[in-house]
Structure formats: C-alpha cells, structure tokens
C-alpha cells in the first residue's frame, strides 16, 4: 500500500515505471517541501524490496523494517547528514564527503535487501563538487542500487545531473483534499480549515501542526514582528534584518519559510483590501489584517508585494543576505509609505 496521501499521478508513474524492465536507476521527485517527496521515496523503497503480493505490502519484514527506519540498505542524506562536529551542524549544503560516502557505499552488494536506495533529501542543497561527484554514479550506476533525489525545485540542479533523472512531480493538494485528510484523522472542523489554508497544500506541514502546537506558535511569533514592523524604529528594523540575515546564514529553508510568509500576509492584505475575505489564508488573523489594511492603499501594498518578492530573487542568487534584508527594512516606510531602494541591491 503507497502511503503517500493526494498524488496519484506520481504513484502511478512509479508504478509504471517499477513494473517490467523499465525501472531506473535514478529519479528525481521534485514539489514544495513536505508535499510528500520523503513518504513517496520511502514507499519506492519499499516496493522495491517488498516481498508481499502487492508491492508495497506494508507488512512483510523489509516493508516494516523500511517504515521504522531500520532497513540497512535504504539510506537518507540531507544537509543533517554529518560527522558529529561543531563545524558540520552548522553546514548549508550536502558535501563531496557524503556523496563520497555514498559512493563507497553503493558499491557493496545489498546486505539484507534486493536493491539499496539512496535518498538524497534537498538535492538543491548539493554543492558544485558533491553535484560533479554524484554525476560519476548517474552514469555508472552500480548494479541494484537505486537513487532518489528529492528538490523543490528542479532548476535548482545541475543540467548534468537533471538530464540523467526520471522526473517525477509532486503536486500540493487542495484545501478540500487537505481538509478531509485532517477531518478523518479526528481534527476539529475549525482547526482543519484553518490548517487546510494556512499549510499551501503541503499536507505534512499540516499534519505536523495538527500533532504540535509549537507549529503554530512558531507562526504566531513570526507574523508578530511581521506585523509589528509597520511601526518599528529603524533601530528596531535593523535588528530585524540582522536576525533574518543570521537565520539565512543557518538555514536557507527557514530564511524561504519566513519570506513566504511575509508574501501570504501581504496578499492577505490586498485580498482585504478587495473584499475578498474568502480568499485569506491568515483568516485567524483578520482583524489585525484589517487594521493594517487601514493603513496602505492598494498600490502601496503591491509594492511591498514587489520588494519582498525582489528580495528572495536577490537572496536565491546568492546576494548578501544582510544588504539585502536592511534595503527590504528601509523600502518599507510607516503607514505604507515606500521607496524604491530594492533596485540597487
């Protein structure tokens, strides 16, 4: 049984694509992140190393010992993956060594399975080395080793390497979709529809808040000092952009999570703006949406829209995050008011 909820697309590509001779040796799964990406990789895993009727069966051993974590032949690395120093805790992109160490890895024979997978999470995040390494087993693979690449986006990949990928894409799911997934898991009503918009069709974000409250209260503090910056001191803006600047430094996916929510509460604010209070995402949030509201004409809020929009542009092209943060704290002036500084960046 595939446990991946909402893309039956993807499952029947794979399904096609696992059947007869046709399997590959490597696939690049490519959606928003907690769309699903890691649920389909491992429910590939299993149904290439199911011994069930129906792959995937979900109760043979290699099934179960997948599902717990536990398979020796099935692997994760991500931009987590590392050697347990201070340094590599800190690191933004997966290295030459891991790949290295895939590599070393994928040579062996499989030890308790049919096929060892790969499943290298964030494939974005692959430095130029570790992309150049990783082409070498694109090309040669070894015999019963599979590879799985995972990626919000497929731009973000060597051309090298997307060419030598079966694509597969991850879709996000409907409010309805998510909605009922919630519902049939016991979730209150309200809080479904809630989460339903709030998640941009991902639903692991989504049933991750249903499960942890702190999901939530992380959001509320972001949309705090969100909304709080409208009537900041420019002391106050600047330490907001140092903050953002360090938390880029960190972590890219969390500096992306941050910039995405600044773009859904100003779009929040346009749909206010037109009366189109169906369409808000923050809709446990309306009051202070139309309070700020109050304060930014149409236009001006588009151009908020623009800047935030300039600034994750620069921020993927690798500008300096901390120029790029404080242009954005100055292009936004109290009551709305805004300067074009964005272009200079």
Not at 175 to 201: N, Q
Not at 236 to 249: D, G, M
Not at 313 to 321: C, G, S
């Given at each position: 049984?595939?446990?991946?909820i909402?893309?039956?697309?993807?499952?029947?590509l794979?399904?096609?694509?696992?059947?007869?001779?046709?399997?590959?040796?490597?696939?690049l799964?490519?959606?928003?992140?907690q769309?699903?990406?890691?649920?389909l990789?491992?429910?590939?895993?299993?149904?290439?190393?199911?011994t069930?009727?129906?792959?995937?069966?979900g109760?043979?051993?290699?099934?179960?010992?997948?599902?717990?974590?536990l398979?020796?032949?099935?692997?994760?690395?991500d931009?987590?993956?590392t050697?347990?120093t201070?340094?590599?805790?800190?690191?933004?992109?997966?290295?030459?060594?891991?790949?290295?160490?895939l590599?070393?890895?994928?040579?062996?024979?499989p030890?308790?399975?049919?096929f060892?997978?790969?499943?290298i999470?964030?494939?974005?995040?692959?430095s130029?080395e570790?992309?150049?390494?990783?082409l070498?087993?694109?090309e040669?693979?070894?015999?019963?080793?599979?590879l799985?690449?995972?990626?919000?986006?497929?731009?973000?990949?060597?051309?090298?390497?997307?060419s030598r990928c079966?694509l597969v894409?991850?879709r996000?799911?409907s409010?309805?979709?998510?909605e009922?997934?919630?519902?049939r898991?016991g979730?209150?009503?309200?809080?479904?529809r809630?989460?339903a918009?709030?998640?941009?069709?991902?639903l692991?974000?989504a049933?991750?808040?249903?499960?942890?409250?702190?999901?939530?209260?992380?959001?509320r503090?972001?949309?705090?000092e969100?909304?709080a910056?409208?009537d900041s001191?420019d002391e106050?803006?600047?330490?907001?952009a140092a903050?953002?600047?360090?938390?880029a430094?960190?972590?890219?996916?969390?500096?992306?999570e941050v910039?995405?929510m600044?773009?859904?509460w100003?779009?929040?604010?346009?749909?206010?703006?037109?009366?189109?209070?169906?369409?808000i995402t923050?809709m446990d949030?309306?009051?202070?949406?139309?309070?700020?509201?109050?304060?930014?004409?149409?236009?001006?809020?588009?151009?908020?829209?623009?800047?935030?929009?300039?600034?994750?542009?620069?921020l993927?092209?690798?500008a300096?995050p901390?120029?790029?943060?404080?242009t954005?704290?100055?292009?936004?002036?109290r009551?709305g008011v805004i300067?074009p500084?964005?272009?200079g960046?």
């Amino acid at each position: 049984m595939w446990q991946v909820i909402g893309q039956d697309r993807a499952v029947k590509l794979l399904k096609g694509s696992l059947g007869g001779e046709r399997l590959c040796q490597a696939y690049l799964f490519v959606g928003p992140r907690q769309v699903g990406k890691g649920t389909l990789a491992l429910d590939m895993a299993r149904a290439l190393n199911c011994t069930g009727e129906v792959p995937p069966c979900g109760g043979c051993q290699p099934c179960t010992r997948i599902g717990g974590g536990l398979h020796t032949d099935i692997q994760i690395i991500d931009v987590a993956t590392t050697s347990g120093t201070v340094a590599a805790r800190h690191k933004t992109e997966i290295g030459i060594d891991q790949i290295k160490e895939l590599q070393r890895s994928a040579s062996l024979p499989p030890f308790e399975g049919r096929f060892k997978v790969f499943i290298i999470d964030g494939a974005e995040y692959l430095s130029t080395e570790a992309s150049n390494c990783l082409l070498k087993t694109l090309e040669e693979p070894p015999p019963r080793v599979v590879l799985v690449l995972l990626a919000a986006r497929e731009d973000a990949l060597l051309p090298t390497v997307l060419s030598r990928c079966f694509l597969v894409e991850l879709r996000p799911l409907s409010l309805a979709e998510v909605e009922a997934v919630l519902l049939r898991r016991g979730v209150e009503k309200e809080r479904s529809r809630l989460l339903a918009r709030l998640c941009g069709g991902r639903l692991g974000w989504a049933l991750a808040a249903a499960a942890d409250e702190s999901v939530l209260g992380r959001r509320r503090d972001k949309l705090e000092e969100i909304i709080a910056l409208v009537d900041s001191s420019d002391e106050q803006r600047f330490a907001y952009a140092a903050k953002l600047a360090a938390l880029a430094a960190q972590s890219r996916e969390a500096m992306r999570e941050v910039i995405a929510m600044w773009l859904g509460w100003w779009r929040d604010i346009l749909m206010m703006k037109g009366g189109c209070l169906a369409g808000i995402t923050n809709m446990d949030y309306q009051d202070k949406l139309a309070a700020q509201a109050s304060y930014f004409s149409l236009g001006q809020a588009k151009d908020i829209i623009s800047n935030v929009q300039m600034a994750q542009e620069q921020l993927e092209l690798n500008a300096n995050p901390r120029l790029v943060f404080e242009t954005l704290m100055l292009s936004i002036q109290r009551k709305g008011v805004i300067t074009p500084l964005m272009a200079g960046v």
